[in-house]
Structures are given as C-alpha cells and as structure tokens.
C-alpha cells in the first residue's frame, strides 16, 4: 500500500507550480483589492446624513466595487433616477385613482415635477461626465426640489385626514432625500 502512495506522487514540471503561484498569488490580491474599494465606498457614504441608505445603493450595483469616487457619485445619481422615475409613476397612478380634484392636481403636478427632477439627473450626470462638478450639485439639488414641494402638500394633506398615502410612496420620498443628500455631500468632496 506504500508503494501506491509513492506512485501517487507526481512530480510537476516548473512552469506548472510557477504557474499555480502566480493564480494564488493574483487572487490574494484580487481579495486585498476588493477591499480597498470596499473601504472607498465605505468612506464616501459615511458622510451622508444615512449611510446605510447610500451604502444599499451602492452596494446594489455590481460595478460598484471598481468604482472610483466619481463612480460612486454617479451610481448614486442612477439610483436617484430610478426612485425618481418609480415617483413619478405612483403620482401618476395616484392621480388616476382619486375623485377629489384637488387631490388629483396635486398628483398630477407631482408627477410633473418627478419628471422634470428626472431631466435634472440626467443633466447632472452629463455634467459630471464633463467633470463640471458644481453644476452636476446643483442640478442634483435642483432635483429634489419637487420631492420636497410634494412630500410638504401630501404631508399636510395626510394631517388634514384628506389622504391615505401608501407607507411605500412615503418610503421612497425619504429614500429619494437621503440619496440626495449622499450624493451631494459625495460630490461636495471632489
């Protein structure tokens, strides 16, 4: 049985365990890079009012671990856009469902103001692209804009028992405002 495990043994030739080395080697610092990225992002969210909502953010998108700062900035910005868009649409529906005509007015101009933050974004990211940085926070800041003059009409109206509103539309205002704030104070630091 001794001898088996003697003929088991198989000697590789030097570019076979140089070759191996060098896999094992590059994965050590695949894993040291990853967490150095994973810090950046860390570092950049850590600053926003709510950093669990901008690390969720970012952490939601698979190039985020590559990302540089303005990387980041720009993930958050796209997250901001899908919030934005996911907004305008339950204004929208909202809009459709109710009876009340000033309800109804509200939602609609909601809606309208959503689409137009949307425009902002995107404006922003070009800016950003153009590394025109105060510009790309100003159209960020200007995109939160018609999140605040709803999220004020529906909250009074909500007090006045004129409204339900879905804890899932309130949800995404706030989320819609800490990503805001993140994504600002990110930018703020270029």
Known sequence: MTSF?????????LYHILT?????????HATKLVLA????????????????????CVNSDPTAI?????????????????????????????ASTVQDKSLKSMFKECAKGFLEAKRDLS?????MKKKNYDQTNLRVRKAVTP??????????KIKLAVLQVPDDVL???????ELTNAAMRIIDRF
């Open 5 to 13: 495990k003697a003929s088991m043994l198989v000697a590789l030739p």
């Open 20 to 28: 191996l080395l060098l896999v094992l080697t590059s994965f050590q």
């Open 37 to 56: 990225d994973e810090k950046l992002i860390q570092q950049q969210c850590h600053n926003a009012e709510v950093p669990a909502t901008c690390l969720q």
């Open 66 to 94: 590559k990302a540089d700062k303005v990387g980041i900035a720009a993930i958050v910005i796209n997250c901001l856009s899908d919030n934005v868009e996911t907004l305008a649409k339950n204004m929208s529906s909202m």
């Open 123 to 127: 404006t922003a990211m070009k800016e």
């Open 147 to 156: 999140e605040l003059d709803c999220k004020n009409n529906v909250v009074d």
């Open 171 to 177: 949800y995404t205002m706030r989320v819609y405002e």
